[in-house]
């Protein structure tokens, strides 16, 4: 019973989507076979094929004057080793290598930014402390979690309702018409609206997991201009390659293209910090693979699939704009003359916080890396522990701290 009232949902509202394309195509008929309408059509083309750069373009300027208001609000941060771990550390030292002033604490806290502290996941932890913290450490990407499950929780209860399709078509979804009807706001709106409940999931999910990356390197307020911004520059490069194909009804929804966005972001991460990848299906003693060629073999991939498959097609279009507008944000944001700098910063992760100095969006520097049973105080170079430093240990007899040397990864104590 319930995958038959499920199926006659489905073609209501099917049933409205061809009805309303109907109409469209007859109030609203685009020729593109007669002389004048080619002409018509070439300059609809042209004009695509010059907004949508300048849109890429002003969306990346917004995104990097954030990043340069979050680099100047983080630059004074005042690094000190109690603010940065318990104080079990006999010596209390600063990680610059002062020695700890009880009586100038509260003078250099009052000139410190505010320091968010770790919020790590602990073993103990229940499944609602979990996300408790995640919430608290990542606002942002959770907000955005709850907006699209609120539309589509929308979009599923007035799903019988033709007057209701009839705003979802004109508002909620992008389509070449409704752009050339000046209905920009479906670039963005649109991106908050999915198909179903697994297109849902796979976004929210890849947003879940690889937004923590790029959020710990820009913060809120920049990550969620990178989000936006790539999801309606993506709803361009999806309309655009519709224009080209003279599919002017044909509708898009969905933050794929913002998520397509994260994930490049986030193998352009992985790529400068020399790291390698891998699938979850593949077991890790395969080695992963270089991430700088799953751009191109996955977009192979999907239209290989689109050009074969009988079933629902891909937005090669917008998945494509959204992956490149992410790599080359970030890429942008890499080759800002204030990343080149040294500076203080504090990322918290879901296992891991640092609290410490970075250069060119990695560890660089003196720093504070905390996990769930170790820790470590001391100097990062390229993105990782080098040179002296502290080890803090957590084990069943106490908290042990052992100072020693990093050199190429290895670990030696020293007396």
């Not at 003078?107 to 320091?115: L, M, N, R, Y």
């Not at 250069?359 to 003196?366: P, V």
Request: proline content about 3%; hydrophobic content about 35%; glycine content about 10%.
């Amino acid at each position: 019973m319930n995958n038959q009232r499920q199926e006659q949902e489905e073609d209501y509202f099917e049933h409205y989507r061809r009805q309303y394309q109907i109409n469209e195509v007859f109030e609203n008929y685009y020729d593109t076979q007669s002389e004048r309408g080619k002409k018509e059509h070439m300059n609809r083309l042209l004009w695509f094929l010059i907004a949508f750069p300048a849109f890429f373009f002003v969306s990346l300027q917004a995104f990097l004057a954030s990043d340069a208001v979050n680099h100047q609000d983080l630059k004074n941060v005042t690094i000190r080793l109690e603010e940065a771990i318990p104080t079990t550390v006999g010596n209390r030292e600063n990680i610059s290598g002062d020695r700890y002033d009880e009586s100038s604490s509260m003078q250099q806290q009052e000139k410190a930014e505010v320091i968010k502290g770790p919020i790590l996941d602990v073993p103990n932890d229940n499944y609602l402390q979990k996300l408790s913290k995640d919430v608290r450490r990542y606002p942002v990407i959770w907000g955005i979690i709850g907006l699209n499950c609120a539309m589509m929780l929308m979009v599923k209860g007035f799903k019988r309702s033709p007057r209701f399709h009839d705003f979802y078509s004109k508002h909620l979804t992008v389509s070449v018409h409704n752009l050339l009807k000046r209905r920009y706001h479906t670039l963005l709106t649109s991106t908050f609206v999915h198909g179903d409940w697994l297109h849902l999931g796979f976004c929210m999910y890849g947003l879940y997991n690889m937004g923590s990356l790029t959020y710990d390197l820009m913060g809120p307020t920049t990550f969620l201009l990178f989000y936006l911004g790539a999801g309606m520059t993506a709803s361009m490069g999806s309309s655009l390659l519709k224009l080209i194909t003279k599919n002017y009804y044909q509708r898009s929804v969905g933050s794929s293209g913002s998520i397509f966005a994260i994930v490049f972001a986030g193998l352009n991460v992985i790529t400068f910090e020399k790291a390698k990848m891998n699938l979850i299906f593949l077991p890790d003693s395969w080695g992963g693979f270089n991430a700088t060629y799953f751009l191109p073999l996955y977009f192979v991939g999907e239209i290989l699939y689109n050009i074969f498959s009988r079933r629902v097609k891909l937005d090669t279009g917008g998945h494509l704009s959204g992956a490149l507008a992410g790599y080359l944000a970030l890429e942008a944001m890499k080759n800002q003359s204030y990343h080149k700098q040294t500076r203080k910063v504090e990322f918290s992760g879901r296992n891991t916080y640092y609290l410490g100095e970075v250069k060119d969006l990695k560890k660089n520097g003196a720093g504070a890396l905390i996990g769930g049973n170790m820790s470590y105080v001391g100097n990062f170079k390229d993105g990782n522990p080098e040179g002296q430093g502290i080890v803090i240990v957590n084990t069943n007899e106490g908290t042990k701290a052992i100072k020693g040397i990093f050199k190429n990864g290895n670990f030696t104590p020293t007396k």
